[in-house]
């Protein structure tokens, strides 16, 4: 009751509270000040993944990328192919890593056939 009654007080429901919290918002209080609210709280979509498969979009976000590059990646060779689970594609995380880490790394010396041409 403390809760409802304290979120009333500075405007709008728990549920938006928490949402406003999660995106680093600030609120006014009924007096002027403004109450700025901790960065505690994180939308649920960037906070590791719990589970071990991973829909299309949990797995680019895993890995850092946008859906649509994820795709091409998985078409080249980069990513890893989905598991079937009956009608569902599901990314294994440890192949995810697997492959993440097999990625070549700025610097690891893969030369720039353009760096010869510019010179």
């Given amino acids: 009751m403390a809760r409802a009654n304290r979120a009333n007080a500075v405007g709008g429901s728990i549920t938006h509270l928490k949402w406003l919290i ?9 007096h002027g000040a403004i109450l700025w609210m901790s960065n505690d709280l994180k939308p649920r979509s960037i906070l590791p993944p719990q589970a071990r498969g991973l829909c299309r979009e949990q797995a ?3 890995v850092g990328v946008s859906p649509g590059l ?25 192949q995810l890593d697997t492959a993440f880490d097999a990625l070549p790394s700025e610097g690891d010396g893969a030369a720039n056939p353009w760096d010869s041409a510019a010179a």
């Fill in 70 to 94: 994820f795709d091409a990646m998985v078409k080249d060779g980069r990513m890893p192919q989905p598991k079937r689970i009956n009608a569902r594609r599901v990314w294994d995380i440890r």
């Fill in 60 to 62: 680019a976000a895993y």
């Fill in 22 to 30: 999660a995106l680093g918002a600030r609120r006014r209080r009924p």
